[in-house]
């Protein structure tokens, strides 16, 4: 079945980047959409972004200017580029597919998390 690995999280100051990495395993990424959503302790899971196999996207207003997602077919790989990084973007960092490809209606399909940790 599909399986998704997240990667790329890690430890941050205030203001740095980081890139995650979403590697889809089994089938094609372009079957599917892809989203990434953010847990915190004590909050509930938040999407963060979402990403077609068009190149539609569509973001959390609190990231949106900040964050990019993108898609590599040949990789099989979604990506996430976070820029000016702060604490209230810390958290586990989920990527989630769907089945249909063209909209982030349905993301049935997780992964595991990689975290992100913004820090002085």
């Known amino acids: 079945q599909l399986q998704l690995v997240e990667s790329g999280g890690g430890l941050v100051q205030p203001g740095g980047s980081l890139r995650l990495a979403c590697l889809l395993s089994?089938?094609?990424?372009?079957?599917?959409?892809v989203g990434w959503f953010r847990q915190a302790p004590g909050q509930d899971r938040e999407r963060v972004s979402c990403?077609?196999?068009?190149?539609?996207?569509n973001y959390a207003p609190t990231v949106k200017g900040r964050f990019t997602t993108s898609r590599d077919a040949a990789e099989n790989t979604v990506f996430l580029e976070m820029s000016d990084l702060q604490p209230e973007n810390a958290g586990v960092y989920y990527c989630?597919?769907?089945?249909?490809?063209?909209?982030?209606?349905?993301?049935?399909?997780w992964g595991e998390g990689t975290t992100v940790t913004v820090s002085s």
């Open positions: 989630a597919a769907g089945p249909n490809a063209g909209r982030c209606d349905i993301l049935d399909y």
């Open positions: 089994n089938f094609p990424l372009d079957w599917f959409a």
């Open positions: 990403i077609t196999v068009d190149g539609g996207r």
